[in-house]
């Protein structure tokens, strides 16, 4: 995430003379990454990259407290200069009433405060200017305070109405399934049970916690009387919230992220400050402080040589033990052995010994560690994982080649793309966080990606102005499928897949060619029993009793489900076939030095005689016969092509005549 703060604003909590040119340059190098500073009037504006793991730098007085650190190291002027902030006092004779309840400790710690005589109007002009340069627009001075506060220290904040809250009571629950809230936007959510709100008491939703506030308790131009709210979250909750709805707030942001609860009472003070002198707010009630089980110290023990060894250079005891301390990092124990208090704003984050030493290494500077590459190592790859490499590089090169397209899909379905191509009732394994309901399942098949990229692609030709060859889709895919064990990783299986929106004649040829480029040895194209195909127009190649793929036309009823315009073509191969049976050359087979005679012959065709059957008769009957090709088939009747030759002698044209004589008495009379 990035946050953008101004210059003048991080010299609230800085002591230095860095120029804003200075702060970028060492800061990026030791810590957050300053992407820009800008020039604004009399100030300056950084736009700063914050990791994921460092949110206690999501703030000014997170920056301040870096910089303090790095700026030093580099032999410049620099000191952190912490918040005060006093607690507030009653100032009304007549408390106001607020109940705050926790029963399940939803979250780690939840502060409030109610103030009365409010003043509702703009903010002070520095105010604004600050916010605005951080990117959050100005709305009034009660919500630019919350904002205000959230930027300064890291800890977001929420104001309610307290007339608005007729009940004075805030009750932390999970929201019942099904229940609506109405957000500050005036957009309308459908929660889960999963999802916690604040309730008023009455079963109205005022807040989802963390994330925004709801239309029914936010201040107004009326106001006159507000509840000052932060609370600290379960971190997953609100990062499963968000994203579940897509809500994508800075305080969500935050909040997802673990900020340290201890900062909510300073974060509290200080914005009780801050509406006292920009609103005229008196603290009404006490302050509420539910913190039912406070962060207890974390400790860790390391030793010198062990921080040494793993940054690689010998850095002097006394420069790693200021550095830490300079990182708030209470030492404990000196000597080899160190035993550290880890500080509450980093127990998020820094958990074991390692962590240590890439604090060390990174303000001690990167830079200054010497360029020791590692020699290169040759890693030999299994037999199985190099013939997976050549044969996939070979077979795409050659599909390629026959002019079709490569496609790249997710290895994940949607459950309406299963019932679409009949595959509901087979098991399939399923993504628990899915980040999209399109992405859910595993697949079994290929063939459900390879229908919606023909789908997908189908729409985007001009069928009245492209001419007729243009309008073929020709695609594959090589990926993998995923098949459930019970109590057992699934079954990883490659395929290859080849769609088309031509004929089964097309599809057909190009199997065969497949077949031929991999120097197949006697391999079997019969019918098949696909479910997804269309039984009069589907084939199986088999080597022996081996199943080496399934093609053919997909079904009318799921051209319909899938809404294509034309009909589909498809082939699956098992890849693990494709390596096992293909050859690097092919047979040898010696030239014939005698002359070959070439017959044509056209014949009605028999549906009940498949090409297949006539194949093995032919070259039964006839000893001459050395190949057979099919030609063409139009109106019911099939052409094909007899060669003739014998390895002994010339035969006469007259001799391969009777020979198909011969083939057509016993075939086709």
């Not at 300073?266 to 402080?289: C, N, P, Q």
Request: hydrophobic share 40%; proline share 4%; with cysteine.
């Amino acid at each position: 995430m990035n946050i953008k703060i101004t210059h003048n604003w991080l010299l609230e909590y800085l002591d230095t003379e860095a120029t804003p040119e200075q702060i970028q340059k060492y800061l990026s190098l030791c810590g957050p990454s300053v992407e820009s500073v800008v020039k604004n009037g009399d100030d300056y504006i950084y736009d700063i990259e914050i990791t994921s793991n460092r949110i206690d730098t999501a703030s000014v007085i997170g920056i301040a407290r870096e910089a303090a650190v790095i700026l030093k190291r580099f032999g410049i002027k620099s000191s952190f200069k912490p918040l005060q902030v006093k607690e507030p006092v009653i100032e009304s004779e007549k408390p106001m009433p607020l109940v705050v309840t926790d029963k399940s400790k939803l979250c780690k710690r939840i502060m409030a405060v109610v103030m009365d005589n409010i003043t509702t109007g703009n903010s002070p002009q520095f105010i604004k200017d600050r916010l605005e340069a951080a990117g959050i627009r100005s709305l009034n001075n009660l919500v630019d305070i919350t904002n205000y506060v959230m930027t300064e220290t890291g800890q977001p904040t929420h104001v309610f109405d307290y007339d608005r809250i007729k009940t004075n009571k805030f009750i932390i629950r999970n929201a019942k399934e099904k229940e609506l809230i109405v957000t500050l936007d005036e957009k309308k959510y459908i929660l889960s049970s999963q999802d916690v709100i604040i309730d008023d008491g009455t079963g109205r939703v005022i807040d989802l916690p963390g994330i925004m506030g709801t239309a029914n308790s936010v201040v107004t131009s009326d106001t006159k009387r507000i509840i000052f709210f932060l609370e600290t979250n379960n971190a997953t909750t609100i990062r499963r919230s968000s994203m579940r709805y897509g809500i994508r707030t800075v305080a969500a942001t935050i909040n997802e992220k673990n900020p340290d609860p201890l900062i909510a009472k300073t974060a509290l003070f200080r914005g009780v400050e801050l509406f006292k002198k920009y609103s005229g707010a008196k603290v009404a009630g006490g302050i509420i402080d539910i913190f039912p089980d406070p962060e207890k110290p974390v400790f860790i023990t390391t030793t010198i040589d062990f921080i040494i060894k793993r940054i690689g250079i010998d850095i002097p005891e006394k420069q790693i033990t200021d550095i830490l301390k300079d990182l708030n990092f209470k030492v404990l124990e000196t000597g080899n052995k160190l035993k550290l208090q880890i500080p509450s704003f980093r127990q998020a984050d820094v958990t074991i010994a390692e962590d240590l030493v890439e604090e060390i290494a990174r303000i001690y500077g990167y830079f200054n560690l010497p360029n020791r590459l590692q020699p290169m190592a040759y890693v030999k790859r299994s037999k199985e994982m190099e013939l997976l490499f050549v044969y996939q590089n070979k077979i795409k090169l050659f599909l390629k080649h026959l002019g079709l397209h490569e496609v790249i899909n997710y290895s994940m379905i949607s459950k309406e793309m299963m019932e679409n191509n009949g595959l509901t009732d087979i098991p399939h394994l399923t993504l628990q966080n899915s980040i999209s309901e399109d992405i859910k399942y595993l697949r079994t098949d290929l063939m459900p990606s390879l229908i919606k990229n023909i789908k997908e692609n189908e729409g985007k030709i001009s069928y009245n102005t492209v001419p007729d060859e243009s309008r073929n889709l020709r695609m594959f895919e090589i990926g993998k499928t995923y098949i459930p064990r019970v109590n057992d990783l699934p079954i990883e299986e490659y395929k290859v897949g080849i769609i088309t929106n031509t004929d089964f004649a097309d599809m057909k040829g190009i199997c065969d060619a497949l077949m031929s480029e991999l120097h197949f040895p006697d391999y079997e194209i019969s019918r098949g029993g696909h479910p997804l195909l269309n039984p009069s127009n589907l084939g199986e190649i088999r080597v022996g009793k081996e199943l080496v793929a399934e093609f053919g036309q997909l079904k009318a009823e799921y051209k319909i489900k899938n809404k294509l315009k034309n009909d589909a073509y498809l082939a699956i191969f098992d890849f693990s076939k494709l390596i096992k049976y293909s050859r690097d050359i092919a047979d040898y087979k010696p030239i014939n030095p005698y002359a070959t005679i070439k017959l044509d012959l056209t014949v009605e065709a028999n549906p009940g005689n498949p090409y297949r059957n006539i194949k093995k008769t032919v070259y039964r009957l006839s000893k001459l016969l050395a190949d057979l090709q099919f030609l063409g088939a139009y109106q019911n009747k099939i052409s094909l092509r007899f060669f003739f030759s014998s390895k002994e002698r010339n035969i006469t044209e007259e001799e391969a005549k009777e020979e198909l004589e011969k083939i057509k008495k016993n075939i086709w009379s």
